[in-house]
């Protein structure tokens, strides 16, 4: 079966410091990954998502940057946090198939 | 490009009372309707998909939703709800041939007592 990990479950950062958020999927081969934010109180806002290697596509303009060196790992990054970027983080996988994504079970990062 | 609104907010109902979760999409061709639910601190699990064919979908959890194509809708209702059903819950729409999933901004489902 598949499975997905996100790590750390929790982090707390200073404004200015950098930022590595990283996403594993288990159990299946050339998924579509997604990284997403949910800010307090909010909904979800999509960041980038990945249909292969290499191939990242970015939907909001923000100092955030994603990778994809492997075909199961995606990568969430910054150079320097600011306090807005706190929130709450989840990766996402989908077949690219079917239509459905899979949740992992979150990043919760508190910029101070 | 897709949008997904969630009428409601917040719903307090009572243990072992029937509910309801409002959710409405923009039109389109064809489009492929999920909801999911989160627990606090924790992803999203789904709970339900309608991609074809019967427009009542049952999910888990005891959970069904319905597709109305006319009224561009695909509500979320359970005949009894408990303590246990207290959470967040999501409508997304995904486009065919689309790669993403639109979410709605989420309904809390508070369960009293």
């Known amino acids: 079966s598949q499975t997905i990990h996100q790590w750390p479950a929790t982090l707390v950062q200073p404004v200015g410091s950098p930022l590595s958020l990283e996403c594993t999927v288990e159990g299946t081969s050339n998924p579509n990954l997604y990284w997403y934010r949910q800010a307090a109180g909010r909904g979800l806002q999509l960041l980038f998502y990945?249909?292969?290697?290499?191939?990242i596509s970015s939907e909001v303009p923000q100092n955030l940057s994603a990778s994809r060196p492997q075909d199961r790992q995606f990568i969430l990054s910054s150079k320097k946090l600011l306090l807005s970027d706190s929130g709450f983080y989840l990766c996402a996988w989908s077949t690219g198939t079917t239509y459905e994504q899979y949740f992992g079970p979150g990043t919760r990062l508190t910029v101070t | 490009a897709q949008s997904v609104t969630q009428l409601d907010s917040q719903v307090p109902v009572f243990e072992e009372a029937p509910v309801e979760l409002r959710c409405n999409y923009s039109s389109s061709v064809s489009v492929y309707l999920f909801w999911y639910v989160q627990y606090p601190n924790q992803g999203l699990q789904l709970l339900l998909k309608?991609?074809?064919?019967?427009?009542l979908v049952k999910g888990i959890n005891g959970f069904e939703a319905e597709f109305n194509k006319s009224q561009t809708s695909f509500h979320l209702r359970k005949p009894s709800v408990h303590i246990s059903d207290t959470a967040e819950y999501f409508c997304a729409v995904s486009d065919q041939g689309a790669q993403k999933l639109v979410f709605g901004q989420g309904t809390r489902l508070t369960i009293n007592p």
């Open positions: 990945s249909v292969g290697i290499g191939q």
């Open positions: 309608y991609l074809s064919g019967s427009t």
